[in-house]
């Protein structure tokens, strides 16, 4: 694309940009089935005139917008050269990577390299990482031993943890996965609900089973299982063990007490990587029991080998109501002074 300074108002200077896309790809794959994908920029982009004609694309207009549209077709391009699709969430997350880059703070990772990373391919699916965030979790997986995944419901913490181990243990990196949970509840008690332990338990750890099941051959877990190659369990599972030569991987860790953090961060043995995955604001423990994973924050930040990897609502990759979802949540909180769910006149009123 050749971007061309034109005659400009006082308000603000135009510039015109063109774009060829080449011929093997079909302009459907460039601008989206019924132009799904154009509408997006056109919505995001409204001071540059986009046209399109044959294969030939061309914008008009602000000449920041210009030269951000001309980026973003450059590396949409990169992505389709490498046979993945593009999405409107992949385009709308592309804009908002070329954006913060443009105003100073964004990332030295364009949007295609962020896009285009492959962890795991399995079951005719590839998982990759979707926001600049994600990417940098994953690379802090690669580079780390011990690595803590904090954010909001949907933002991909666990899922990317998972599929990191999975694919260690196929590049036979580690001998065997280990994924847990703490058996921490809101509003039951495990002793109340019928069945035998496991089936008690199963509730918690179904989470882990169902990531388990888009990574694998759903034929091949129970044989993994009873191997030991993976290992389902409650957190209190964990204690008096030494893990060597495994992924592990704590899931729900906001629901730690800090004593059981401290156990489960000892059992790390030789050859072993461990993830911790939480979101802090949705701690189920009693009223009173400190988190672990708020106070292992305080205690651990700036060790080395140690990473915090933090997202936000920004990563939320399920619907895009979600992270609206997560954002109104917060403001409500920040607003009226609630706590884990607790209005805080409340609390006061008990006291």
Do not use: C, W
């Given at each position: 694309?050749?971007?061309?300074p034109t005659?400009?108002s006082?308000?603000?200077?135009?510039?015109?940009?063109?774009?060829?896309?080449?011929?093997?790809?079909?302009?459907?794959?460039?601008?989206?089935?019924g132009?799904?994908?154009?509408r997006?920029?056109?919505?995001?982009?409204?001071?540059?005139?986009?046209?399109?004609?044959?294969?030939?694309i061309s914008?008009v207009?602000?000449a920041?917008?210009?030269?951000?549209?001309?980026?973003l077709?450059?590396?949409?391009?990169?992505?389709l050269?490498?046979?993945?699709?593009?999405?409107e969430?992949?385009?709308e997350?592309s804009?908002?990577?070329?954006?913060a880059?443009?105003n100073?703070?964004?990332?030295?990772?364009?949007?295609?390299?962020v896009?285009?990373?492959n962890i795991?391919?399995?079951?005719?699916?590839?998982?990759?990482?979707k926001?600049?965030?994600?990417?940098?979790?994953?690379?802090?997986?690669?580079?780390?031993?011990?690595?803590?995944?904090?954010?909001?419901?949907?933002t991909?913490?666990?899922?990317?943890?998972?599929a990191?181990a999975v694919?260690?243990?196929q590049a036979?990196?580690?001998?065997?996965?280990?994924?847990?949970?703490p058996?921490?509840e809101?509003?039951?008690?495990?002793?109340?609900?019928?069945?035998?332990?496991?089936?008690k338990i199963?509730?918690y750890?179904?989470?882990?089973?169902d990531?388990?099941?888009?990574m694998?051959?759903?034929?091949?877990i129970?044989?993994?299982?009873?191997?030991?190659t993976?290992?389902?369990?409650?957190l209190?599972?964990m204690?008096?063990?030494?893990?060597?030569?495994?992924?592990?991987?704590?899931?729900?860790?906001?629901?730690?007490?800090?004593?059981?953090?401290?156990?489960f961060?000892?059992?790390?043995?030789?050859e072993?990587?461990?993830?911790?995955?939480g979101?802090?604001?949705?701690v189920?423990?009693?009223?009173?029991t400190?988190?672990?994973?708020?106070?292992?924050q305080?205690?651990?930040?700036?060790?080395?080998?140690?990473?915090?990897?933090?997202l936000?609502?920004?990563?939320?990759?399920?619907?895009?109501?979600?992270?609206?979802?997560?954002?109104?949540?917060?403001k409500?909180?920040?607003?009226?002074g609630?706590?884990?769910?607790?209005?805080?006149?409340a609390r006061?009123?008990?006291?």
């Amino acid at each position: 694309m050749t971007q061309t300074p034109t005659a400009h108002s006082p308000a603000q200077e135009q510039a015109k940009a063109r774009f060829t896309v080449p011929a093997q790809h079909p302009m459907v794959t460039v601008l989206g089935s019924g132009d799904a994908l154009l509408r997006v920029i056109e919505k995001a982009f409204p001071a540059a005139d986009i046209h399109v004609r044959g294969n030939e694309i061309s914008a008009v207009g602000d000449a920041r917008q210009v030269a951000l549209v001309q980026r973003l077709f450059d590396e949409m391009m990169l992505v389709l050269r490498t046979g993945q699709p593009m999405t409107e969430d992949a385009v709308e997350r592309s804009i908002a990577m070329l954006r913060a880059s443009e105003n100073g703070d964004g990332p030295e990772e364009t949007p295609a390299e962020v896009l285009t990373q492959n962890i795991l391919s399995s079951r005719g699916r590839t998982i990759r990482p979707k926001t600049l965030n994600q990417k940098r979790y994953v690379d802090a997986i690669d580079k780390n031993t011990i690595v803590f995944g904090i954010g909001p419901a949907g933002t991909g913490k666990t899922y990317l943890a998972m599929a990191k181990a999975v694919q260690a243990l196929q590049a036979k990196q580690v001998s065997r996965i280990i994924l847990t949970r703490p058996a921490v509840e809101a509003g039951e008690r495990l002793g109340f609900l019928p069945g035998t332990l496991y089936e008690k338990i199963d509730p918690y750890l179904r989470p882990l089973y169902d990531a388990l099941h888009d990574m694998l051959d759903p034929e091949s877990i129970p044989k993994l299982m009873a191997a030991g190659t993976i290992e389902v369990a409650p957190l209190a599972y964990m204690r008096g063990r030494t893990l060597n030569d495994a992924f592990i991987i704590l899931d729900e860790a906001q629901n730690t007490s800090p004593e059981q953090m401290k156990m489960f961060l000892t059992r790390l043995g030789f050859e072993s990587k461990i993830v911790i995955t939480g979101d802090v604001t949705q701690v189920d423990l009693p009223s009173g029991t400190k988190s672990g994973l708020r106070q292992v924050q305080d205690i651990l930040e700036g060790l080395d080998d140690v990473h915090f990897s933090r997202l936000s609502s920004a990563d939320v990759v399920r619907h895009k109501l979600v992270g609206r979802i997560v954002d109104a949540y917060e403001k409500y909180d920040s607003e009226n002074g609630t706590e884990n769910g607790t209005h805080k006149g409340a609390r006061d009123k008990r006291k």
